[in-house]
C-alpha cells in the first residue's frame, strides 16, 4: 500500500512536472489524438472529454478515447504523451491485439470477482474472521472462493501489464516518426508513461501478494 501511494504521488509530481513543457507544435492532447487515429486509418473511433485527473482510457465497446480534460485542451508533453497511450489502445483494438482480447474476455469474471471480494471484506469487518481462523468447513469453502476470486484479479493484473506497456512504446514510436515532438518532449513524453505503467506494475504485485496471502492462509488450515 505504501509503495502503492509513493508510485501515485509520483505519477502526479511527474504530470505535473512535464505539463510545463508546452509542445513546440502547440497541438493539444485532442489534436494528437485525432492526428495518430488518422494515421492508423481510425475514422470509427471517437475523441470525448471526461471529468477527473488521470480518468483517460479506452473504450472497447465503444470505440471512444475517452481524454481527461487537461489532457483533452492542453498543448504539453504530458497531455501528448496520454492521448497518444490511449490512441495505442485504440490500434491495439483494430488489429486484434491478443494481450487486449485475452483482458476484455476476463473483464465479466473481474466483476464477480470484485464483488466476492467486496462481500469478503464485509464479512470481515463485521466479525467474520473466525471463519478463516478455525476448523469450521464454511471457511476452507470460503477461503477457496476467496483464492480463485484472487487468481481471476491477479491473471487480469498480470495481463494489463503487456497491454499498457505495448499502448505505450505504439505511442511513442508514433510520436517520434511523426515528428510530432521534439526530442526533450519526447523524453518528458517517454518519462510520463513510464511512472503510469509502474502503477500497474505495483498493482499486479499487490494483486499476487493477495493471492499468497489466502493461499498461505487455505495451506495453514489443512496443516492443522
Not at 32 to 51: C, N, Q
Request: hydrophobic share 50%.
Amino acid at each position: 500500500m505504501l509503495i502503492s501511494l509513493w508510485v501515485s504521488n509520483k505519477l502526479k509530481n511527474k504530470f505535473r512536472f512535464y505539463s510545463q513543457v508546452s509542445l513546440q507544435n502547440n497541438m493539444s492532447g485532442a489534436e494528437v489524438a485525432a492526428r495518430m487515429l488518422a494515421d492508423h486509418g481510425l475514422s470509427d473511433v471517437k475523441i470525448t472529454h471526461i471529468e477527473g485527473q488521470l480518468t483517460d482510457h479506452y473504450n472497447p465497446l465503444n470505440k471512444t478515447v475517452n481524454l481527461s480534460e487537461a489532457v483533452y485542451h492542453e498543448r504539453n508533453a504530458a497531455a501528448a504523451a496520454v492521448a497518444a497511450h490511449e490512441c495505442g489502445h485504440a490500434v491495439q483494438h483494430a488489429e486484434a491485439y491478443a494481450w487486449l482480447g485475452l483482458r476484455s474476455k476476463l473483464v465479466p469474471f473481474v466483476n464477480v470477482s470484485a464483488t466476492i471480494m467486496n462481500i469478503a471484506n464485509m464479512l470481515m469487518f463485521f466479525g467474520g474472521a473466525f471463519l478463516f481462523y478455525n476448523q469450521n468447513p464454511l471457511g476452507t469453502s470460503v477461503l477457496l472462493i476467496l483464492i480463485v476470486a484472487n487468481l481471476v484479479l491477479t491473471g487480469f493484473a498480470l495481463i494489463t501489464l503487456p497491454v499498457e506497456f505495448d499502448a505505450s512504446n505504439r505511442a511513442l514510436a508514433w510520436m517520434q516518426s511523426r515528428n510530432i515532438v521534439t526530442s526533450r518532449e519526447y523524453d518528458g513524453a517517454k518519462d510520463s508513461l513510464k511512472w503510469a505503467a509502474m502503477t500497474y506494475v505495483v498493482a499486479a504485485v499487490g494483486a499476487l501478494a493477495n493471492l499468497l496471502y489466502y493461499i498461505s492462509l487455505f495451506l495453514g488450515r489443512r496443516d492443522d
